[in-house]
T-cell receptor, first 113, second 109 residues
Framework: EAGVAQSPRYKIIEKRQSVAFWCNPISGHATLYWYQQILGQGPKLLIQFQNNGVVDDSQLPKDRFSAERLKGVDSTLKIQPAKLEDSAVYLC???????????FGQGTRLTVV | RKEVEQDPGPFNVPEGATVAFNCTYSNSASQSFFWYRQDCRKEPKLLMS???SGNEDGRFTAQLNRASQYISLLIRDSKLSDSATYLCVVNKNDYKLSFGAGTTVTVRA
């Protein structure tokens, strides 16, 4: 069974530039999560989708971050403009439903210089 | 108070030893609980779910104490390959996953 796919794996950008991450969840998984993990910390939920609707985006810095899941499958997360403190690993995860186990992609490691 | 708190460790143990650590959660209405394992520079992977009656998977035993709002993980007969960060995950009553910061375990030869 194919897992959660993310791209790119690594990205280095300058501050104030924009960047986008892509996630393809496991087929049939209705719930999709984007997490930010800063070195030495646990993953922090940025946004949770149920199909193409947003369930929780309370910790998403909406002045600079945006995410969409237009057809209820793939999702993109964008940062514009990036700040130094955005340097982190961005993890996408999916599950059949919010009650089920979440499976993670390999993440995108973002470095903002 | 953080939703999920863990002792960051590190727990440094010799091969063959037993190591155990806890995780506390703040929301008494939390529905389900998991332990994930995260290797250095890798994504988190499910280690095991935690059931009310406690459960075992090989050398790993998980316990849930709802009264005191904590879960525990015990690793018996530690292997070098058990070296990792163990993340406590709580699914709140609104079905949103909250992660602890992780407990680092290092098993030495």
């Amino acid at each position: 069974e194919a897992g959660v796919a993310q791209s790119p794996r690594y990205k280095i950008i300058e501050k104030r530039q924009s960047v986008a991450f892509w996630c393809n969840p496991i087929s049939g998984h209705a719930t999709l999560y984007w997490y930010q993990q800063i070195l030495g910390q646990g993953p922090k939920l940025l946004i949770q989708f149920q199909n193409n609707g947003v369930v929780d985006d309370s910790q998403l810095p909406k002045d600079r971050f945006s995410a969409e899941r237009l057809k209820g499958v793939d999702s993109t997360l964008k940062i514009q403009p990036a700040k130094l403190e955005d340097s982190a690993v961005y993890l996408c995860a999916s599950s059949l439903s919010p009650r089920d186990t979440a499976f993670f992609g390999q993440g995108t490691r973002l470095t903002v210089v | 108070r953080k939703e999920v708190e863990q002792d960051p460790g590190p727990f440094n143990v010799p091969e063959g030893a037993t190591v155990a650590f806890n995780c506390t959660y703040s929301n008494s209405a939390s529905q389900s609980f998991f332990w994930y394992r995260q290797d250095c520079r890798k994504e988190p992977k499910l280690l095991m779910s935690v059931y009310s009656s406690g459960n075992e998977d090989g050398r790993f035993t998980a316990q849930l104490n709802r009264a005191s709002q904590y879960i525990s993980l015990l690793i018996r007969d530690s292997k070098l390959s058990d070296s990792a960060t163990y993340l406590c995950v709580v699914n709140k009553n609104d079905y949103k996953l909250s992660f602890g910061a992780g407990t680092t375990v290092t098993v030495r030869a």
